[in-house]
Antibody, heavy 115, light 107 residues
Framework: EVQLVESGGGLVQPGGSLRVSCAVS????????MSWVRQAPGKGLEWVSG????????YYAESVKGRFTISRDNSKHTLYLQMNSLRAEDTALYYC????????WGQGTMVTVSS | DIQMTQSPSTLSASVGDRVTITCRAS??????LAWYQQKPGKAPKLLIH???SLESGVPSRFSGSGSGTEFTLTISSLRPDDFATYYC?????????FGGGTKMEIK
């Protein structure tokens, strides 16, 4: 069974850092591009970042460029999002998703940025 | 970057109605467009990819059309389970982007 399980969310102060993870199973992880998508409370979907299957190419939304870093460990079947210089507007449920247009999503991990 | 504009933002309709949601891209995305349905507290569900290809298991009352910059999602006869929020997404080029969403409400 294909599964994506996010973890690592929590409460962090403005300016702080957090790393969220997405553990995958049930498919050949290294052959798929992956994405992070977030959803602020009561708001729409926002694509945040993407990475190629090898990890050699990374992409970011303008809103997070220079503050967030996406990475993957194909040997551990895990996707990461390192978030630095966090702002209140980064508060959201963070989903990982397989591929570009995909039926495969995790359940999300909540990140709250507040003092 | 490609901007996606959805309309309407809210749609009030009744069970059995035929409804259409429109999505416009700020530049041509060929047919690299997906439609998702999202219900409260749930991850998005892929309905359509490549603008008009129905995802496996999705009822045939859902259909998509369009290419270039203009796209539509049509539900031929609304069922109670269809009241949700719908999003379009372009995956022609990075950064990927979603439309603002259309909330389908019961009239």
């Amino acid at each position: 069974e294909v599964q994506l399980v996010e973890s690592g969310g929590g409460l962090v102060q403005p300016g702080g850092s957090l790393r969220v993870s997405c553990a995958v199973s049930g498919f050949t992880f290294s052959t798929y591009a992956m994405s992070w998508v977030r959803q602020a409370p009561g708001k729409g979907l926002e694509w945040v970042s993407g990475i190629s299957g090898s990890g050699g190419s990374t992409y970011y939304a303008e809103s997070v460029k220079g503050r967030f870093t996406i990475s993957r460990d194909n040997s551990k079947h895990t996707l990461y999002l390192q978030m630095n210089s966090l702002r209140a507007e980064d508060t959201a449920l963070y989903y990982c998703a397989r591929g570009l247009a995909t039926p495969i999503w995790g359940q999300g991990t909540m990140v709250t940025v507040s003092s | 970057d490609i901007q996606m504009t959805q309309s309407p933002s809210t749609l009030s309709a009744s069970v059995g109605d035929r409804v259409t949601i429109t999505c416009r891209a700020s530049q041509s995305i060929n047919t690299w467009l997906a439609w998702y349905q999202q219900k409260p507290g749930k991850a998005p569900k892929l309905l359509i990819h490549r603008a008009s290809s129905l995802e496996s298991g999705v009822p045939s009352r859902f259909s998509g059309s369009g290419s270039g910059t203009e796209f539509t999602l049509t539900i031929s006869s609304l069922r109670p389970d269809d009241f949700a929020t719908y999003y379009c997404q372009q995956y022609d080029s990075y950064p990927l982007s979603f439309g603002g969403g259309t909330k389908m409400e019961i009239k």
